[in-house]
């Protein structure tokens, strides 16, 4: 049973649109939430990544909201790019890492 | 940042043959290492989760006696695939801990894609 459920599967947006890519979990226990970025054959790389007692963090383009009373985090990314194309995986941490299904980010120029 | 290296970036076997991959902390030391499975368009799945200097602790599901863990060292983790099969072809990941004080920050490999024939 997969204890982060991330939406959507897939998006497009347009260059220069905002993506936004949202998590939910169940495990109070989680106190780590990190976003990973996949591009295709590769390992994922860590982008953006926010703790419980903090509702947002930004990081040049890329901004987490977290909301601890719904057990809610989402990823925007502002001013899509080309480049930003590729997987996106949300995370959260107790003991080891939750990853959530993944979502596939097409930015078209 | 820090960087997780991985041996081979590819491998193609025939069925019953092993495999051995390489995981290793280039510049950091790594108490605790990991080891990912993911297949095409789906998530990392955990494997199991190894420790220096002791018996790896494998996921429901995962067969020990199939996937050998060894972590000899603090920047070094070898995952052995024996008797390969078809259905064992993946792509498999590592990524390590920085017992340095970074906190819960993992690094991750760029992985292995293990075809078996």
């Known amino acids: 049973q997969q204890q982060v459920k991330q939406s959507p599967q897939s998006l497009i947006v347009q260059k220069g649109g905002i993506s936004i890519i949202n998590c939910a979990y169940e495990?109070?226990?989680?106190?780590?939430f990190p976003w990973y970025q996949q591009f295709p054959g590769k390992g994922p790389a860590l982008l953006i990544a926010i703790r419980p007692d903090v509702s947002e963090k930004k990081e040049g383009r890329f901004t987490i909201s977290f909301n601890k009373s719904a057990k809610q985090f989402s990823l925007h990314i502002m001013d899509s790019q080309p480049g930003d194309s590729a997987t996106y995986f949300c995370?959260?941490?107790?003991?080891?890492?939750?990853f959530g299904a993944g979502t596939t980010v097409t930015v078209r120029a | 940042g820090a960087v997780v290296s991985q041996h081979p970036s590819w491998v193609i076997c025939k069925s019953g043959t092993s495999v051995k991959i390489e995981c290793r902390s280039l510049d950091f030391q790594a108490t605790t290492m990991f080891w990912y499975r993911q297949f095409p368009k789906q998530s990392l799945m955990l494997m199991a989760t190894s420790n220096e200097g002791s018996k790896a602790t494998y996921e429901q599901g995962v067969e020990k006696d199939k996937f050998l863990i060894n972590h000899a060292s603090l920047t070094l983790s070898t995952l052995t695939v024996t008797s390969a099969h078809p259905e064992d072809s993946s792509f498999y990941i590592c990524?390590?801990?920085?017992?340095?004080?970074?906190?819960?920050?993992?690094?991750f490999g760029p992985g292995t894609r293990l075809t078996v024939l």
């Open positions: 995370a959260s941490l107790d003991y080891k890492l939750s």
């Open positions: 990524s390590a801990r920085d017992t340095s004080g970074r906190g819960h920050e993992q690094f």
């Open positions: 495990n109070t226990a989680f106190d780590y």
